[in-house]
């Protein structure tokens, strides 16, 4: 019975939560910095959820934009109920909508959990583009390294140096936020295509079911009409 319980529970965490790294213990989490961003899209089912873990260091600047593109089944709630939970299990911020941009500082070393909750629609699923990392200001510290003693080393360096350092980071900083911003216009071209997708659809569907009205209307017209000039040949005419 044991066995069998655990079973179960490590089915069900395979089965709701995916990592977007490999699982480390305590003592490789200095070392460790992670991918910096992801984006994708992902189809979250009627009632379900999906979550995702990320690590980020003390000091980061996490993001998460997500955009709900389009609907299945007998769905028709857009909106998504998106969470944001540190490493010691927090809730840091959450969202109820269609379409969501989140912002932190990350306060904690670790992996942050963001999950995707689908429970507004019970009879149909959503697919949704998501996209989330962690940009670092400067350079996180580790192997025992403090930011002290970087700061101790970059005095060493000549002020022309520190300069360009400083104007490359900017420009680095500047440059993922542009790819921020052309991300999301990716998400907003791909809702776009499949509205203009549905509306397609849609006009096909009624311009079929009116021009089929259209000629039993007409043809109904011609017997009515044929009836009102119906004469009997038996009997004598005038």
């Known amino acids: 019975m044991l066995v069998q319980t655990l079973l179960i529970l490590v089915g069900s965490q395979c089965l709701w939560a995916r990592k977007s790294e490999p699982f480390l213990g305590e003592a490789d989490a200095g070392v460790f910095r992670g ?15 999906e979550c995702f873990w990320h690590f980020a260091h003390q000091s980061g600047s996490f993001y998460l934009t997500f955009m709900v593109q389009w609907v ?57 583009f998501v996209s989330f990392g962690v940009i670092y200001e ?9 930011e002290k003693e970087e700061e101790e080393e970059r005095k060493v360096l000549n002020n022309t140096l520190a300069s360009i ?17 052309y991300n999301f216009a990716r998400m907003r071209k791909g809702k776009d295509h499949y509205l203009l997708e549905s509306n397609l659809n849609y006009v096909d569907w009624w311009s079929a ?6 000629v039993l209307s007409g043809y109904l017209q011609l017997l009515v009409l044929k009836r009102l000039f119906y004469t009997d040949s038996s009997r004598p005419r005038c």
């Open 35 to 49: 991918s910096d961003k992801y984006d994708f899209a992902i189809e979250v089912p009627a009632a379900g959820m």
């Open 209 to 214: 079911t009116q021009s089929v009205v259209i």
């Open 72 to 128: 299945t089944g007998m769905a028709n709630n857009h909106r998504l109920f998106v969470t944001v939970n540190s490493p010691n299990g927090a809730l840091i911020t959450l969202k109820n909508e269609a379409v969501g941009h989140m912002n932190f500082q990350t306060e904690v070393t670790g992996f942050y959990r963001l999950c995707l909750n689908n429970h507004g629609n019970q009879f149909g699923g959503v697919r949704v």
């Open 138 to 146: 400067g350079t996180v510290a580790s192997d025992g390294v403090m």
């Open 165 to 181: 350092e400083e104007s490359i980071q900017k420009l680095q900083n500047r440059i993922f936020h542009m790819w921020r911003h």
